[in-house]
């Protein structure tokens, strides 16, 4: 068995396509109309079409309990890009213990969004400040092996 694709249910196609395309230059790959996949394999499902199929009324958006996950390069570029797409952010920029800066904000129906720096520019960054591997292995809690790696 092997996962596919992460869905999301919209409550508006066009308007979450347009989103996805603004933010991170996805587009669209696979177009089955209450269906698109995206560059990246990200998947949205229409509301209407996605209550059909589970048989059930009731769906919740905002539940803050699931994110989608990107590691973005150009973390600095990210981010003041995404000060010109007006979104709601859950928290700002945050650096968490082991060093990856993320910032977390909502998609139009409120799922919830991470961007965090990609962590071999986190190990770079680190030795770039005169940081050893060692103190760099501690001070992010990764294995030597995956510092060693971002030296090469």
């Known amino acids: 068995m092997k996962l596919k694709n992460p869905m999301l249910v919209v409550t508006d196609i066009d308007k979450s396509v347009e989103f996805y395309k603004k933010v991170f ?21 229409t509301i209407e079409t996605y209550k059909d199929f ?6 919740s958006f905002g539940g803050n309990n ?23 952010y859950v928290h700002p920029i945050v650096e ?8 977390r904000f909502y998609d139009p129906d409120k799922h919830i969004i991470e961007v965090g720096e990609n962590m071999k520019i986190v190990c770079k960054r680190f030795l770039n400040s005169r940081m050893t591997p060692e103190q760099v292995a ?5 294995p030597m092996k995956f510092v060693n790696a971002c030296m090469r």
């Open 54 to 59: 589970i048989g059930k009324s009731d769906i």
């Open 96 to 103: 968490h213990s082991w060093g990856q800066r993320v910032v």
């Open 25 to 45: 230059g996805l587009h669209v790959i696979m177009d089955f109309g209450a269906n698109k996949t995206l560059t990246g394999g990200l998947a949205l499902q």
């Open 66 to 88: 699931f994110e989608i996950y990107f590691e973005e390069d150009n973390f600095d570029k990210f981010a003041d890009k995404l000060k010109e797409c007006n979104v709601e």
């Open 138 to 142: 501690e001070r992010m809690g990764v």
